[in-house]
């Protein structure tokens, strides 16, 4: 299960900091992300790390946005910097692969999405 936060309301150039928090026995996930999804567009990328700390960011995010995680507590964050009208969105956090403390092969994961409103 992933439980995301830090969503809200901020004013253009503002910053924000999401968390998501996944639970159960896990023992490693491969790739943790964020997602968002405009009203009336499709979901999009905004940025993912791999369990090595390798990173992908959107376009869009790049310099702006940064993505790190927690390992130990199996905790992906989104720092956002600098946010802009069109960042506008619910964010999605994911949780692709790995694996549990009892070796069986974990899938892809989504959390409950959080919205991220920001004023012009």
């Known amino acids: 299960q992933l439980q995301a936060s830090g969503g809200g309301l901020v004013q253009s150039g503002g910053s924000l900091r999401l968390s998501c928090a996944a639970s159960?026995?896990?023992?490693?996930?491969?790739?943790m992300g964020w997602y968002r999804q405009a009203p009336g567009k499709q979901r999009e990328l905004v940025a993912t790390?791999?369990?090595?700390?390798?990173?992908n960011y959107a376009d869009s995010v790049q310099g702006r946005f940064t993505i790190s995680r927690d390992n130990a507590k199996n905790t992906v964050y989104l720092q956002m910097n600098s946010l802009k009208p069109e960042d506008t969105a619910v964010y999605y956090c994911n949780a692709a692969g790995g694996w549990t403390t009892s070796w069986v092969p974990l899938g892809d994961y989504w959390g409950q999405g959080t919205q991220v409103t920001v004023s012009s």
């Open positions: 790390i791999s369990s090595g700390d390798g990173t």
């Open positions: 159960g026995k896990i023992f490693v996930i491969n790739t």
